[in-house]
């Protein structure tokens, strides 16, 4: 044992001591994924008591591509679909509503089992506390409207333009979806064309499709 310490510590006799050092850490055994889970979550509900979590976040997987899920004390305030990146998201979060951001996967079980009910065709709506603090003014109205529209059917952007009070601003509801921070949750799938083809949609159209094949729209 003396031998091995006294020829690594020796830089001479050592080919790339970097590499060494490297190699000897990564050696040594790290915690296991259930020891560093619950120590993730001890974290969370450290910082949740002591008022400096105000977004918990997590991810599932689903049949449209991972999510990554996002809420605050008011509720769900974010889905994201992988094609957004996630770590971006996360960092638009932090500059729009607060750097104190967390993975607490505990606090988003709510939302992803009901997210899996949805997927399996056993839920057609959500129950779910939402925080719409991401949409103002005219966008937000859309966002009321598009909860609404029941599950496996669909409306035209000029039918929600008309909804929404507005019959004449049917780009400006094209945009309201395209930017719709609760997609999934908040149905702006079911907004198609009036031609009948699916238009655009934040996690890509095969994505938008999968969705209304799943409701039979």
Do not use: W
């Not at 830089?11 to 001591?17: F, R, S």
């Not at 333009?161 to 079911?190: D, Y």
């Amino acid at each position: 044992m003396t031998e091995y310490f006294q020829t690594a510590s020796s830089k001479a006799e050592l080919p790339d001591a970097e590499l060494f050092t490297a190699k000897l850490l990564d050696s040594v055994p790290g915690p296991d994924e259930d020891t560093t889970a619950r120590l993730r979550a001890r974290l969370a509900g450290l910082a949740q008591r002591d008022g400096l979590l105000d977004v918990a976040y997590r991810t599932v997987d689903s049949p449209v591509g991972p999510l990554l899920l996002a809420a605050t004390e008011e509720g769900l305030v974010r889905v994201a679909f992988s094609v957004e990146g996630h770590d971006d998201v996360l960092a638009e979060l932090a500059g729009a509503v607060s750097p104190r951001i967390l993975a607490a996967p505990a606090r988003l079980d709510p939302v992803a089992r009901e997210l899996d009910e949805y997927f399996a065709g056993r839920r057609r709506a959500f129950d779910l506390p939402l925080d719409f603090r991401l949409s103002k003014g005219f966008r937000r109205s859309v966002l009321t409207h598009l909860a609404e529209i029941p599950y496996g059917t669909t409306e035209s952007y000029s039918q929600v333009a008309a909804a929404s009070g507005s019959p004449k601003a049917v780009r400006a509801v094209g945009t309201a979806c395209a930017t719709n921070p609760l997609p999934l949750v908040v149905p702006c799938h079911r907004v198609v064309r009036s031609n009948g083809t699916s238009g655009r949609y934040r996690g890509g159209e095969a994505a938008k499709l999968t969705l209304l094949t799943l409701e039979g729209s």
